[in-house]
């Protein structure tokens, strides 16, 4: 594995995987320069695959309009949000699948190059994923994310 600061450099990888697949050839970072200018968020290392975060509120049948305009895409369910939450949503939709893998996460620690944690620590949604070693998979980063870093409890891209 080798790093790059050229984001159209074409051995890098994009995005989500479904499949086990191996890591990618590159990793893109930031810049020796940008990294110098100081981190905004701790440096770490290593994170942890705790799988997707639940809903943070109590979950409701969809309404009959909602199943109407909503349900062939799948959703089974409807989280409403108290007012002011997240500005102006009202709430989330959850399908099934995306419920039934709340906390599914292998549970691997991975490792990282250091000039990735120093990006990660400088600009910390500069990933939208990271790779997990246990289940050899690119999967998402942030808030919604699959990982913690590791002995915390903060989303990896927070």
């Known amino acids: ?7 159209t450099s074409a051995c890098l990888g994009h995005g989500v995987d479904d499949t086990p697949v191996s890591q990618n050839a590159c990793y893109l970072i930031l810049s020796d320069e940008e990294r110098a200018k100081g981190f905004v968020h701790p440096l ?18 969809l309404t009959d309009e909602e199943e109407r305009l909503f349900g062939e895409n799948g959703y089974v369910k409807f989280e409403p949000w108290p007012e002011g939450f997240k500005g102006s949503s009202t709430g989330r939709f959850w399908t099934q699948a995306e419920l039934d893998a709340v906390g599914e996460g292998c549970g691997a620690r991975t ?11 400088r600009s910390p949604r500069f990933y939208g994923a990271t790779y997990c070693v246990g289940c050899q998979m690119h999967r998402p980063v942030g808030e919604r994310g699959e990982f913690v870093w590791d002995s915390t409890d903060e989303r990896v891209g927070t």
Do not use: C, K, N, Q
């Open 111 to 121: 490792r990282m190059a250091h000039e990735i944690a120093e990006t990660y620590a």
């Open 44 to 61: 770490r290392d290593s994170y942890v695959h705790v799988g997707t975060p639940g809903p943070a509120f109590p979950l409701r049948d």
């Open 1 to 7: 594995m080798s790093l790059t600061t050229d984001p």
